[in-house]
Protein backbone atom coordinates (compact mmCIF):
# COMPACT_ATOMS: atom_id res chain seq x y z
CA UNK A 1 0.00 0.00 0.00
CA UNK A 2 2.01 2.76 -1.09
CA UNK A 3 -1.00 5.34 -0.77
CA UNK A 4 -0.07 8.59 -3.13
CA UNK A 5 3.53 8.55 -4.94
CA UNK A 6 4.54 11.17 -7.40
CA UNK A 7 6.82 11.61 -10.80
CA UNK A 8 9.24 12.93 -11.13
CA UNK A 9 10.31 14.35 -7.32
CA UNK A 10 12.77 16.76 -9.09
CA UNK A 11 12.84 17.87 -12.85
CA UNK A 12 14.08 21.47 -14.56
CA UNK A 13 12.64 22.81 -17.49
CA UNK A 14 13.46 25.94 -19.46
CA UNK A 15 10.95 28.56 -20.51
CA UNK A 16 8.30 27.48 -23.02
CA UNK A 17 9.04 23.64 -22.41
CA UNK A 18 6.52 21.14 -21.29
CA UNK A 19 5.89 18.50 -19.04
CA UNK A 20 3.48 16.25 -17.20
CA UNK A 21 3.37 15.52 -13.52
CA UNK A 22 1.98 12.46 -12.31
CA UNK A 23 0.01 11.61 -9.31
CA UNK A 24 -1.15 8.13 -8.15
CA UNK A 25 -3.17 6.84 -5.37
CA UNK A 26 -4.28 3.37 -4.28
CA UNK A 27 -6.83 3.91 -2.05
CA UNK A 28 -9.41 4.37 -4.42
CA UNK A 29 -10.16 7.69 -3.34
CA UNK A 30 -12.90 9.67 -5.08
CA UNK A 31 -10.95 13.12 -4.62
CA UNK A 32 -7.86 14.56 -5.91
CA UNK A 33 -6.00 17.81 -6.28
CA UNK A 34 -3.41 19.74 -7.54
CA UNK A 35 -1.44 21.94 -4.75
CA UNK A 36 1.63 24.21 -5.06
CA UNK A 37 3.44 25.39 -2.26
CA UNK A 38 5.87 28.40 -2.69
CA UNK A 39 7.51 30.15 0.38
CA UNK A 40 5.69 32.48 2.45
CA UNK A 41 2.52 31.44 0.38
CA UNK A 42 1.41 28.41 2.18
CA UNK A 43 -0.25 25.55 -0.17
CA UNK A 44 -2.70 26.81 -2.76
CA UNK A 45 -5.00 24.96 -4.88
CA UNK A 46 -4.30 24.57 -8.78
CA UNK A 47 -7.05 21.99 -10.24
CA UNK A 48 -8.77 19.30 -8.41
CA UNK A 49 -11.16 16.53 -9.29
CA UNK A 50 -13.76 14.86 -7.34
CA UNK A 51 -14.02 11.15 -9.55
CA UNK A 52 -12.64 9.86 -12.49
CA UNK A 53 -13.58 11.89 -15.35
CA UNK A 54 -14.22 15.21 -14.14
CA UNK A 55 -11.53 17.95 -13.20
CA UNK A 56 -12.42 21.73 -11.83
CA UNK A 57 -10.32 24.53 -10.86
CA UNK A 58 -9.05 26.05 -8.15
CA UNK A 59 -7.47 28.91 -6.50
CA UNK A 60 -4.56 29.86 -9.13
CA UNK A 61 -4.90 27.36 -12.46
CA UNK A 62 -3.82 29.49 -14.50
CA UNK A 63 -1.02 27.54 -17.00
CA UNK A 64 -1.76 24.47 -15.77
CA UNK A 65 -4.00 21.68 -17.40
CA UNK A 66 -5.08 17.91 -16.02
CA UNK A 67 -6.47 15.29 -16.82
CA UNK A 68 -8.24 12.45 -14.22
CA UNK A 69 -8.73 9.22 -17.10
CA UNK A 70 -8.25 6.62 -14.34
CA UNK A 71 -9.52 7.10 -10.74
CA UNK A 72 -6.20 6.22 -9.56
CA UNK A 73 -4.43 9.30 -10.99
CA UNK A 74 -4.46 12.62 -11.56
CA UNK A 75 -2.02 14.44 -14.27
CA UNK A 76 -1.23 17.84 -14.11
CA UNK A 77 0.68 19.23 -17.22
CA UNK A 78 2.34 22.64 -17.84
CA UNK A 79 2.06 23.71 -21.85
CA UNK A 80 4.57 26.26 -21.64
CA UNK A 81 6.72 26.64 -18.54
CA UNK A 82 7.34 30.24 -17.14
CA UNK A 83 9.56 31.08 -13.88
CA UNK A 84 6.97 32.06 -12.33
CA UNK A 85 5.98 28.06 -12.03
CA UNK A 86 8.73 27.31 -10.08
CA UNK A 87 7.55 25.80 -6.92
CA UNK A 88 7.04 22.38 -4.60
CA UNK A 89 3.95 20.81 -5.77
CA UNK A 90 2.13 18.58 -4.26
CA UNK A 91 -0.54 16.23 -4.74
CA UNK A 92 -3.39 14.98 -2.49
CA UNK A 93 -6.07 12.48 -2.34
CA UNK A 94 -9.12 11.86 -0.20
CA UNK A 95 -12.63 10.56 0.38
CA UNK A 96 -16.05 11.07 1.90
CA UNK A 97 -16.67 8.60 4.98
CA UNK A 98 -19.72 6.34 5.55
CA UNK A 99 -21.09 9.35 8.05
CA UNK A 100 -21.03 11.65 5.36
CA UNK A 101 -17.86 13.50 7.19
CA UNK A 102 -14.85 14.80 4.87
CA UNK A 103 -11.58 12.78 5.55
CA UNK A 104 -8.10 13.90 5.60
CA UNK A 105 -6.06 14.41 2.33
CA UNK A 106 -3.12 12.02 1.96
CA UNK A 107 -0.29 13.88 0.66
CA UNK A 108 2.24 12.76 -2.01
CA UNK A 109 6.11 13.54 -1.65
CA UNK A 110 5.60 16.56 -3.73
CA UNK A 111 8.04 17.76 -7.12
CA UNK A 112 10.21 20.17 -7.30
CA UNK A 113 9.74 22.10 -10.31
CA UNK A 114 12.63 24.40 -10.89
CA UNK A 115 12.09 26.88 -14.28
CA UNK A 116 15.28 28.45 -16.05
CA UNK B 1 -8.65 39.25 2.68
CA UNK B 2 -7.21 35.58 2.68
CA UNK B 3 -10.33 33.23 3.45
CA UNK B 4 -7.86 31.23 6.46
CA UNK B 5 -5.63 33.37 8.32
CA UNK B 6 -2.50 32.04 10.33
CA UNK B 7 -0.18 34.09 12.25
CA UNK B 8 3.01 33.00 10.39
CA UNK B 9 5.26 33.33 13.93
CA UNK B 10 7.86 31.81 14.61
CA UNK B 11 6.79 31.01 18.13
CA UNK B 12 9.88 30.50 19.48
CA UNK B 13 9.65 28.64 22.98
CA UNK B 14 11.63 26.63 25.59
CA UNK B 15 11.09 23.10 25.69
CA UNK B 16 8.10 22.38 27.80
CA UNK B 17 6.44 25.30 27.46
CA UNK B 18 2.61 25.40 26.05
CA UNK B 19 1.75 27.10 23.04
CA UNK B 20 -0.99 28.02 20.91
CA UNK B 21 -1.87 29.25 17.35
CA UNK B 22 -5.34 30.18 16.02
CA UNK B 23 -6.43 30.28 12.30
CA UNK B 24 -9.51 32.18 11.15
CA UNK B 25 -11.37 31.63 8.21
CA UNK B 26 -13.83 33.81 6.52
CA UNK B 27 -16.55 30.95 5.15
CA UNK B 28 -19.32 30.59 7.70
CA UNK B 29 -20.59 27.21 5.98
CA UNK B 30 -17.10 25.58 6.64
CA UNK B 31 -18.08 21.94 7.09
CA UNK B 32 -14.86 20.44 8.28
CA UNK B 33 -11.60 21.44 9.87
CA UNK B 34 -7.99 19.70 10.11
CA UNK B 35 -4.89 20.60 11.52
CA UNK B 36 -1.80 19.27 9.55
CA UNK B 37 2.24 19.36 10.44
CA UNK B 38 5.17 19.99 7.90
CA UNK B 39 8.57 19.44 8.18
CA UNK B 40 10.89 21.23 5.94
CA UNK B 41 10.68 20.71 1.95
CA UNK B 42 8.26 17.36 3.55
CA UNK B 43 4.46 16.40 2.77
CA UNK B 44 2.00 17.99 5.13
CA UNK B 45 1.00 15.25 7.67
CA UNK B 46 -2.46 14.96 9.30
CA UNK B 47 -1.99 16.36 13.23
CA UNK B 48 -5.35 16.22 13.96
CA UNK B 49 -9.48 16.60 12.68
CA UNK B 50 -11.01 19.29 14.47
CA UNK B 51 -14.33 19.12 16.04
CA UNK B 52 -17.46 21.52 17.72
CA UNK B 53 -16.69 19.38 20.61
CA UNK B 54 -12.97 19.41 20.58
CA UNK B 55 -10.57 17.09 20.41
CA UNK B 56 -7.50 15.50 22.19
CA UNK B 57 -4.25 13.79 21.58
CA UNK B 58 -1.74 13.25 24.21
CA UNK B 59 -0.07 16.50 24.35
CA UNK B 60 -2.25 18.51 21.48
CA UNK B 61 -5.71 19.59 21.80
CA UNK B 62 -7.36 21.10 19.01
CA UNK B 63 -10.92 23.52 19.26
CA UNK B 64 -13.45 24.96 17.03
CA UNK B 65 -15.62 27.95 17.77
CA UNK B 66 -18.16 28.50 15.15
CA UNK B 67 -19.28 31.14 16.31
CA UNK B 68 -16.37 33.54 16.17
CA UNK B 69 -15.12 31.01 12.99
CA UNK B 70 -11.81 30.40 14.44
CA UNK B 71 -10.14 26.88 15.06
CA UNK B 72 -7.09 26.75 17.91
CA UNK B 73 -4.54 24.05 18.48
CA UNK B 74 -3.02 23.77 21.99
CA UNK B 75 0.43 22.04 22.38
CA UNK B 76 1.33 21.17 25.98
CA UNK B 77 5.03 20.43 27.24
CA UNK B 78 6.91 21.00 23.92
CA UNK B 79 9.21 18.68 22.48
CA UNK B 80 12.23 19.93 20.55
CA UNK B 81 10.85 17.21 17.52
CA UNK B 82 7.69 19.52 18.26
CA UNK B 83 9.53 22.24 15.63
CA UNK B 84 7.79 22.21 12.35
CA UNK B 85 5.32 24.43 9.88
CA UNK B 86 1.26 24.28 11.40
CA UNK B 87 -1.13 24.16 8.76
CA UNK B 88 -4.92 24.81 9.41
CA UNK B 89 -7.10 23.68 6.69
CA UNK B 90 -10.69 24.41 5.95
CA UNK B 91 -13.38 22.70 4.08
CA UNK B 92 -16.27 23.88 2.41
CA UNK B 93 -18.95 22.42 0.26
CA UNK B 94 -19.59 23.84 -3.26
CA UNK B 95 -21.83 21.95 -5.74
CA UNK B 96 -21.05 18.37 -4.30
CA UNK B 97 -17.24 19.20 -4.21
CA UNK B 98 -15.43 19.49 -1.09
CA UNK B 99 -12.80 22.56 -1.36
CA UNK B 100 -10.27 22.87 0.77
CA UNK B 101 -8.32 26.02 1.56
CA UNK B 102 -4.86 26.02 3.50
CA UNK B 103 -3.72 28.89 5.52
CA UNK B 104 -0.04 30.22 5.06
CA UNK B 105 1.03 28.15 8.35
CA UNK B 106 2.86 29.02 11.97
CA UNK B 107 6.02 28.21 12.31
CA UNK B 108 7.29 26.38 15.27
CA UNK B 109 10.62 26.43 17.08
CA UNK B 110 11.39 24.58 20.22
CA UNK B 111 14.63 25.21 22.05
CA UNK B 112 16.50 23.53 24.82
Known amino acids: NAGVTQTPKFRVLKTGQSMTLLCAQD?????MYWYRQDPGMGLRLIHYSVGEGTTAKGEVPDGYNVSRLKKQNFLLGLESAAPSQTSVYFC???????????????FGPGTRLTVL | RKEVEQDPGPFNVPEGATVAFNCTYS??????FFWYRQDCRKEPKLLMSVYSSGNEDGRFTAQLNRASQYISLLIRDSKLSDSATYLC?????????????FGRGTSLIVHP
Open chain 1, 27 to 31: MNHEY
Open chain 2, 89 to 101: VVIHASGGSYIPT
Open chain 1, 92 to 106: ASSDVGTSGRYNEQF
Open chain 2, 27 to 32: NSASQS
